[in-house]
């Protein structure tokens, strides 16, 4: 299998952690070796989290280098244009779950957040195949992270990667108690 770089990106409390402990386990799962870290930094105050996934054998560093991932992941709408921005590889991927979560220079009027349209002109100017996701009646937004990987299951753009194995990887991660509200998110997700 060809190497592999997938950057995942969010801020703290939308379950980044959950997403890339779901996906090393479904890559593995699929026969893939995976390098993996996570830089937590300012999660508990809202501020950027991301994670850095590496499939292939020969890979030396978890790190995944600005210009080279050939997939984007991301949970909300700015964090995926900065990602596209910085991290992107022309003609890669970028999934993502549109929703906005201003941070505080947005709010406070010093600088602008990305619509749709300027995403869309981004993802042109590299060639990348964008792909929003958006779940109506959603009774719990932490779960916008298992939306995600249900539709990620079914893209098609990580080699032998199959629902099932997301899928089973859900069900060792996530908590008996909330097991059976994330499947849902994730087959609503899968089929989008």
């Given amino acids: 299998m060809k190497p592999m770089n997938i950057y995942i990106s969010g801020v703290g409390g ?61 949970l909300e709408r700015l964090e995926a244009y900065r990602a596209m921005v910085t991290m992107l590889k022309p003609g890669a991927t970028v999934l993502y779950y549109d929703t906005v979560y201003e941070p505080i220079h947005v709010r406070m009027g010093q600088a602008t957040y990305p619509n749709r349209s300027e995403l869309e002109q981004a993802a042109a100017v590299r060639k990348a195949r ?45 908590p008996q108690r909330a097991i059976e509200p994330n499947l849902e998110i994730f087959a609503r997700a899968a089929v989008l």
């Fill in 130 to 174: 964008l792909v929003p996701v958006k779940l109506e009646g959603m009774a719990d937004p932490r779960m916008q992270n298992v939306a995600l990987l249900g539709r990620l299951s079914t893209l098609g753009v990580i080699e032998g990667l199959e629902m099932s194995h997301v899928e089973n990887a859900l069900r060792e991660v996530v």
């Fill in 14 to 74: 939308q379950g980044i952690g959950l997403l890339s402990e779901v996906l090393i386990l479904a890559c593995q799962a699929a026969g893939h070796t995976v390098h993996g870290c996570d830089t937590h930094g300012l999660a508990q105050r809202g501020g950027i989290v991301v994670s850095h996934l590496r499939l292939g054998d020969h890979v030396r560093t978890p790190r995944v280098s600005p210009g080279t991932a050939d997939l984007v992941v991301s």
